[in-house]
Structures are given as C-alpha cells and as structure tokens.
T-cell receptor
Framework: DSGVTQTPKHLITATGQRVTLRCSPR?????VYWYQQSLDQGLQFLIQ???????AKGNILERFSAQQFPDLHSELNLSSLELGDSALYFC????????????FGEGSRLTVL | DAKTTQPTSMDCAEGRAANLPCNHS???????VYWYRQIHSQGPQYIIH?????ETNEMASLIITEDRKSSTLILPHATLRDTAVYYC????????????WGAGTKLIIKP
C-alpha cells in the first residue's frame, strides 16, 4: 500500500461525457502527479501540482484539466471524452517537489464506449 | 534526459537472483538512475535509485558501472511476486524534469 488513494477504481462512460478522477496523496506529501497509461503507449506524464500550484505540464490535452485543493487532494477532469481516452490514469505523490521518488496509487481504469 | 535501453523480456527461476540490465550510455554527470516496477496494471512501485555508487535497500541492489554507462538491478532471491515490468529511468538531479518511461523489461519468475 503506497498510501496514495484513487477513486473510482473503474469507470465506464460514453463518448462526449465528462468524468472526474480523484486522488488523495500520502500523508504529508505536497506534490501530486497525474499519468496516463494506455495499451499502445507507456506511462505518459500529464501534469504536476505542488502545494496547490501547477508545477509542470506534460502531454495533457486541452480537454483535460486538473487542480489541487487546499487539503492537498487532487482531481483530474476529463471532458468531451473520446474512445482513445480509455486508459489507466495514475496519480502519484512525493514529499519533495523535485524528486524522482514517486509513490503511485492503484489507478483509475477509464473505459469510454 | 538520457535514454535507456532494456531487454524486452527475461526469465528467472524462483529463488535465484534476477539481474536486470540497463544501458544508459549517454547519461550525464548529474543524472540519477531510477528503477521502478509495475505488477500487472497496478501502480508503479519505486525500487531504488543511485548516482554513481552501488546502492542496496530491502528490495534490491543497484550496481552502476564505473563509467556510468550501464547498470544492473539485482533482486537477490526472486519470488513469483516479483513478476512485473521493470523500468530503468535516468533523471536529472534536483530539477523539475519528469520521469520518462520506456517500455521496460518484462521479468517472469518461473517456479
């Protein structure tokens, strides 16, 4: 158990819909990361937050957005969903802002039909 | 960030040491070597990292060659639960560079 909690574990929705994925970081961790893992691609970095502020942005689509709240939990919003958005979405947290030692949650599996 | 090259897959007998190689011939002096593993669609798990000295923790040992162009992750007594994809990643120290994930090595532990 990494201490990072993600909900929901599984989500099935239709194209064009909007979903929100939630992440609670490890206790005390200020930095949260979102990754996407689809079958034909490896883990792709989407975005990082540190103590409520966006820190780094990767290959995140404009249809996707994220935020980190004062209690440090984070949400990833995916809108206008397409079939290709079907993937595992992982959240990770770290104690420091610039580190490669990340602790990952178990992921949210999104299926878009 | 430097790129890494890993074998696509490897087998190892249960109870034996699993040695996973990684080539990072273009590594820079300030880049660390990180190892993670991912057990079938679970979240990746941090294993170990190092700069130039060999490192050991409760999970594994990391051996980095003197020229730092390659490294080996050693799982001393592999169990069936060590079957996973193992990722070798190099990352600049103290920066805001993100981890760049390759395809990794699929390690299968056989009874």
């Amino acid at each position: 158990d990494s201490g990072v909690t993600q909900t929901p574990k599984h989500l099935i929705t239709a194209t064009g819909q909007r979903v929100t994925l939630r992440c609670s970081p490890r206790s005390g961790d200020l930095s949260v990361y979102w990754y996407q893992q689809s079958l034909d691609q490896g883990l792709q970095f989407l975005i990082q937050y540190y103590n409520g502020e966006e820190r780094a942005k990767g290959n995140i689509l404009e249809r996707f957005s994220a935020q980190q709240f004062p209690d440090l939990h984070s949400e990833l919003n995916l809108s206008s969903l397409e079939l290709g958005d079907s993937a595992l979405y992982f959240c990770a947290s770290s104690a420091r802002v610039n580190t490669g030692e990340l602790f990952f949650g178990e992921g949210s599996r999104l299926t878009v039909l | 960030d430097a790129k890494t090259t890993q074998p696509t897959s490897m087998d190892c007998a249960e109870g034996r040491a699993a040695n996973l190689p990684c080539n990072h011939s273009t590594i820079s002096g300030n880049e660390y070597v990180y190892w993670y593993r991912q057990i079938h669609s679970q979240g990746p798990q941090y294993i170990i990292h190092g700069l130039k000295n060999n490192e050991t923790n409760e999970m594994a040992s990391l051996i980095i060659t003197e020229d730092r162009k390659s490294s080996t992750l050693i799982l001393p007594h592999a169990t069936l639960r060590d079957t996973a994809v193992y990722y070798c990643i190099v990352r600049v120290s103290g920066s805001n560079y993100q981890l760049i994930w390759g395809a990794g090595t699929k390690l299968i532990i056989k009874p």
